[in-house]
């Protein structure tokens, strides 16, 4: 019954080799998130799609890049990894009509990322 | 500059007593409000929202009350039970659904 899946669950990654986390809903939602959550903090909204649509938060490095291929699938793609992008990861799903708002984001497992 | 704030990280109760967390926020534009629960190494799950034109909304133990004078949530939970224990992150949105979260308070109900 797994609605939205990341995988893999812990990723250990070298400093500056790219790194891909992935994320699957079952859902068939037309809009998906990804977050950042660093320890006891809130969790940080990286982007998102609204269907193909890509909206970037004005302060997300470029050194993260999404791609969403189809409805079900989005990717997050982490270029050069620093010490600093050790982070919990958080794919969501909402369902979204013409008139925003009124809706719950579904989260998935979240991806715990290691830089070393 | 921070949208959402849940002033409280921490929050201990005994079991079966009421469990009140809060929230606040800064920006008017926002017309919907969630609280989430989260245990450790899972993600958040939702647990109740709120619509700005409301000022209240029950959910079985969970009940979320909206100011928006005070631009104030708060989460009550009665009887507070010890699976209750957790972290609660309260939401906001106003954008296009997208979700501006607090800080996050984690709740400690006591046998």
């Known amino acids: 019954d797994a609605m939205v899946i990341q995988n893999p669950r812990y990723q250990v990654t070298q400093f500056g080799k790219p790194v891909t986390l992935s994320c699957s809903q079952t859902l068939n939602h037309n809009v998906m998130y990804w977050y950042q959550q660093k320890s006891s903090q809130a969790p940080k909204l990286l982007f998102h799609?609204?269907?193909?649509?890509?909206?970037n938060e004005a302060d997300t490095p470029d050194n993260f890049q999404s791609r969403r291929p189809n409805t079900s699938f989005c990717f997050l793609d982490i270029r050069s990894p620093g010490l600093g992008d050790a982070a919990m990861y958080l794919c969501?799903?909402?369902?979204?009509?013409?008139?925003?708002?009124?809706?719950?984001?579904?989260f998935g497992q979240g991806t715990r990322l290691t830089v070393v | 500059d921070q949208q959402v704030k849940q002033n409280s990280p921490s929050l201990s109760v005994q079991e079966g007593r009421i469990s009140i967390l809060n929230c606040d926020y800064t920006n008017s534009m926002f017309d919907y409000f969630l609280w989430y629960k989260k245990y450790p190494a899972e993600g958040p799950t939702f647990l109740i929202s709120i619509s700005s034109i409301k000022d209240k909304n029950e959910d079985g133990r969970f009940t979320v009350f909206l100011n928006k004078s005070a631009k104030h949530l708060s989460l009550h939970i009665v009887p507070s039970q010890p699976g209750d224990s957790a972290v609660y992150f309260c939401?906001?949105?106003?954008?296009?659904?997208?979700?501006?979260f607090g800080q996050g308070t984690e709740l400690s109900v006591k046998p």
């Open positions: 799609y609204y269907d193909k649509d890509f909206n």
């Open positions: 939401a906001a949105s106003a954008d296009r659904g997208k979700l501006i």
């Open positions: 969501a799903t909402s369902r979204a009509t013409g008139g925003w708002g009124g809706t719950e984001a579904f």
